[in-house]
């Protein structure tokens, strides 16, 4: 997000004759703020697991060193295995790579350094949670970002 992205940004409109006032850059970053830093991680398995259990995302997670994994995952997926049985496939590295993991501070911590790009940012609480626990991560974010 604040590497290659803006390189490609840059380039785009650059081919376009295009100035980087001429357009706003929304990051959608998925996010797991939680007090226990270890139920973060766990809970950003599930968010991991979905995306690489998709052929269509596997050159990301190959991009990041994830290509065994998101392999294993589809194969799982295909075969119907529920999602459960599907993260004992995600790592712990994995899940905090596609998913911003930590306490409260250290993800307020590791998304500050994408306000040097980014216009205005979306931030979304880790899916496959029961309502409760959906709820609980929109506590966490809005006490965290926006009060």
Do not use: C
């Amino acid at each position: 997000m604040t590497e290659v992205a803006p390189r490609n940004l840059q380039l785009g409109l650059s081919r376009a004759g295009k100035q980087r006032s001429d357009v706003h850059v929304l990051y959608m970053i998925t996010v797991a703020p939680n007090r226990d830093w270890r139920q973060s991680v766990q809970d950003a398995r599930l968010t991991s697991a979905f995306y690489g259990s998709m052929a269509q995302y596997q050159s990301y997670f190959e991009a990041h060193g994830f290509d065994a994994e998101a392999k294993q995952l589809q194969h799982d997926a295909a075969q119907q295995k529920p999602p459960h049985e599907l993260l004992q496939h995600v790592p712990d590295e994995m899940a905090s790579t596609f998913v911003v993991t930590g306490t409260p501070d250290a993800v307020r911590r590791k998304i500050e350094p994408v306000w040097a790009f980014a216009d205005s940012v979306l931030l979304m609480p880790v899916s496959g949670l029961t309502p409760e626990e959906t709820d609980a991560y929109l506590k966490t974010i809005a006490e965290t970002f926006y009060s």
